[in-house]
C-alpha cells in the first residue's frame, strides 16, 4: 500500500505541473482485468493517457495494469524518443532476432537472452494475446505458434509489441489495428505471394531437367 501512494503522489506531482497533462480524458476500461498486484486507489488509464499525453497504451491488446506502469517506469514520458527506429527499441528490449548468416542463408535467428523488466511485461502481454479470441494480435500469434510453437510466438508477438508502442509514442499516434476485412485481405495477399514464390522456384526446377 505504501508503494501504490508513493506511485499515486508521483504521478500526481508530475501531471499536475502541466495544464495540458491535466486537461486531458478518458473514459474507464471496465473490461480491463484487476489482480491483487494492481496499484491501489489509482486510476492508471486516466493517469497513463495524460502521462504520455493523450496516446492510449490500454487500446492494445493484450495490455494490463502491470504492462503499462512497467511501461512508464521504464521508458519514462520521452524516453522513446531516444530510439532511431523500433528495430532499435526491439534491439534494446533484446527481443530483435540475432541472425546468423553464412552465405547468404539464415542459420539461425534465435532471439538473444537477458533480462529487462519491459521485455518481460511484453513478453507476458504476448502470452495473454494468445488465450484472446479473434484479432489481429491473436491471429498472429496463432499463425506463428501453428508454424515454430507457442515459444516462438510469444517472442514474435513481444516484438510486434514493441513495435507498436515504438510507433504509438514516437509519432504520438494512436494504436490503429487493421479491421478484420484488411486483416483477411492483407493474409490473402501473403498466401498469393508465397504460392508465386513456390511456383517461380518449381518453374526454375523444371526449366533444368532435361527432356525425355
Known sequence: MECDAEIKELLDNFITKDDVK????????VHKIVNKNTPK????????Y????????YSIEGFSHGTV???????????IKEFQSAQHFASWLRLAPNNKISGGRILSSRTPKGSNRLKIALRQAANAIGNLGDNH????????????????????????????IW????KNQQYNPPTLYEYLDQNRKRKVKELQKQISILEGKMSHLSPV
Open 41 to 48: 486507489n489509482i486510476d492508471l488509464n486516466l493517469m497513463s
Open 69 to 79: 506502469l512497467t511501461s512508464m517506469s521504464e521508458l519514462g514520458e520521452k524516453g
Open 167 to 170: 510507433n504509438m509514442l514516437s
Open 50 to 57: 495524460q502521462y504520455f499525453d493523450g496516446i492510449d497504451l
Open 137 to 164: 494480435l491473436s491471429n498472429f500469434f496463432n499463425r506463428v505458434a501453428f508454424r515454430k510453437g507457442r515459444s516462438v510466438a510469444i517472442s514474435a508477438t513481444a516484438r510486434k509489441l514493441a513495435v507498436i
Open 22 to 29: 491535466k486537461s486531458l480524458h478518458i473514459d474507464p476500461k
